[in-house]
């Protein structure tokens, strides 16, 4: 895959490199790319930092559809990150505690430099990470609620259990302070949010919209991804 070299490349230029990752079906080709350059060409991974988008609340960390374990699972022990340098909101944190760690999830961020390289998929509503539409520009990392067809699309994966209702995200504006975005969209799907996305206004109701004024954003999509785009 084109990305994983081109964020070996980086990352052999700058070890420490900061990363912004997402979850879900879209970068498993990402990552599995990642995790055999690691075996096939000794690939070393260990001093990149990273800062995941979002993680269901409550969750612990250690259940079947926690982020933490996907992340885990795909990427960071096949590939050999640093655990210390990979950071994921907690869904384990308690009530009385989220604010707390969402302020100190934003200060971890702030202090590394910022996200150089933020990863993205698009959700089927145009969200990006949980923020969902009606998600403001101006959001931070922040407890929000799911929206119905988020919750939906998840929950044959949390069958017999109830989809969690809320999540931790980094907010439109952490996201959108990244030096660069990196948007994924693969499948027929997600046609009409990238087209919304891309060529629609900006606006809350398309989340994934807000990348408009962003100066440095790149998109890898598949030809039914970009089947929605007037001018291709």
């Known amino acids: 895959m084109a990305l994983a070299a081109d964020l070996r490349a980086r990352v052999q230029a700058n070890p420490e490199l900061v990363l912004g990752l997402p979850t879900g079906s879209t970068p498993k080709a990402l990552y599995a790319e990642m995790v055999r350059l690691h075996d096939a060409d000794g690939m070393n991974w260990s001093r990149t930092r990273s800062f995941n988008l979002d993680e269901y609340w409550p969750m612990a960390s250690n259940h079947p559809q926690s982020f933490a374990r996907f992340m885990r699972e795909h990427l960071f022990e096949p590939a050999d990150l640093d655990p210390s340098r990979t950071h994921i909101p907690s869904g384990d944190v308690s009530p009385e505690s989220v604010a707390l760690h969402c302020a100190a999830y934003e200060a971890a961020i702030a202090s590394c430099g910022g996200i150089e390289i933020q990863i993205l998929g698009i959700g089927l509503n145009g969200h990006l990470g949980f923020n969902e539409p009606g998600a403001e520009r101006d959001t931070r990392t922040d407890l929000v609620e799911l929206a119905a067809s988020t919750r939906e699309r998840a929950a044959a994966a949390f069958s017999p259990e109830a989809v969690p209702e809320r999540g931790i995200t980094m907010g439109l504006a952490t996201i959108l302070e990244a030096k660069e975005i990196v948007m994924l969209a693969f499948g027929a799907e997600k046609a009409e949010p990238v087209a919304a996305a ?29 089947s929605g785009l007037s001018k291709r």
Do not use: K, Y
């Open 198 to 226: 891309i060529e629609g206004p900006v606006c809350a109701e398309c989340p994934a919209s807000f990348l408009q004024e962003h100066a440095n954003v790149r998109w890898f999509l598949d030809e039914a991804a970009a």
